[in-house]
């Protein structure tokens, strides 16, 4: 009887068991890493092409950003810093304190009588953003803290400054210059010390100097208060009015600066300059009226007139 071939038996059963599971693990390993490299891809595409897709907050912040520079900034100001055509929104105090809901009912319905248009296209949400974003600008709506000495500051206008004698305050001073018992109310230590140092910058048509020479040599120098082709009527320094006819004027020149002085950057020192403003400031913020409250708002019936 022929034996069998036991080296074919056990070649057989040896090398069967042993390349099979290699061949196996091989094939697991190659799906693997295509796998992993195609989660890897995909994962790298999709966050370039949408980095803040899964973080509401950032995008709610670019969302603010975008807009305001898009419908706000082209009158405020990309910083919120304000410009002629727009105030400053930033620094001001008045705006600074007011709550998120009521800076929300103002971009959403405008303000009547002024530039300030009605932005309810935009929807609450995305102006809700834009809020955040103004608070932003202001350092997270923080009201800053007063860098001068107001006490300081009064003496000087009333003072060193001379600033009262064309200024008042709650009734005091000079008349030839705008009363200033609310204006820091409105602006900031910032501003105010800018207008201090240049009150050129931006003048007024009606605040420039005008210097009045009558036929007879004398010379007046004040602000027109009217004027057409035939008459002035011209505001001294001492607050008085004096009305000429032209015909009795050798020459009227309209200079394109202030009355007021310009040198008060070499005049008084920086801590003086500080002082002022931050007296106007802390009076302002007194005298200024407080906003009325959604409950306080006047209500009339749709197509009656408001008394």
């Given amino acids: 009887m022929k034996r069998p071939n036991s ?6 059963r040896t090398t069967a068991p042993a390349t099979r599971p290699a ?15 195609t989660v890897c891809a995909a994962a790298f ?13 950032d995008a709610a912040q670019i969302e603010g950003r975008q807009t305001f520079a898009a419908s706000c900034a082209s009158c405020h100001g990309l910083d919120g810093r304000g410009s002629e055509r727009a105030p400053d929104i930033a620094d001001r105090p008045d705006v600074r304190e007011l709550s998120d809901a009521e800076l929300l009912r103002i971009i959403l319905e405008g303000v009547a009588g002024t530039g300030m248009p009605a932005f309810r296209t935009l929807g609450k949400p995305t102006i809700q ?11 997270q709506g923080a009201i800053p803290a007063i860098s001068g ?11 060193k ?8 305050v709650n009734g005091v001073g000079g008349y030839i210059g705008s009363d200033l018992s609310g204006y820091g109310g409105t602006q900031s230590v910032r501003q105010i010390r800018e207008v201090l140092t240049n009150p050129n910058k931006n003048l007024d048509q009606r605040s ?20 057409d082709n035939f008459s002035l009527q011209l505001q001294t320094i001492d607050g008085a009015f004096h009305f000429f006819e032209k015909s009795n004027l050798q020459r009227v020149e309209h200079q394109p600066e202030s009355l ?11 801590q003086e300059l500080n002082d002022i403003a931050s007296y106007l400031v802390s009076l302002g913020r007194r005298t200024r009226p407080r906003l009325q409250t959604e409950k306080e708002r006047p209500k009339h019936r749709v197509g009656h007139a408001p008394n």
Avoid: W
Wanted: hydrophobic share 35%; net charge positive; proline share 4%.
């Fill in 149 to 159: 000495s107001p006490e300081a500051g009064k003496a000087l206008f009333f003072g």
């Fill in 129 to 139: 953003a834009v809020v955040r974003h103004l608070r932003s600008l202001q350092g």
């Fill in 208 to 227: 420039k100097t005008v210097v009045a020479t009558t036929v007879d040599g004398r010379t007046f120098t004040g602000i027109a208060r009217n004027e």
């Fill in 23 to 37: 061949n196996r693990l091989i094939g697991f390993a190659n799906v693997f890493r295509l796998t992993a490299a």
């Fill in 7 to 12: 080296n074919m038996h056990f070649r057989v």
């Fill in 260 to 270: 007021m002085p310009s040198d008060y950057s070499s005049r008084l020192q920086p």
């Fill in 161 to 168: 400054g001379a600033c009262s004698d064309c200024h008042s």
């Fill in 45 to 57: 595409l999709t966050g370039q092409e949408n980095p803040v897709s899964n973080n509401s907050s």
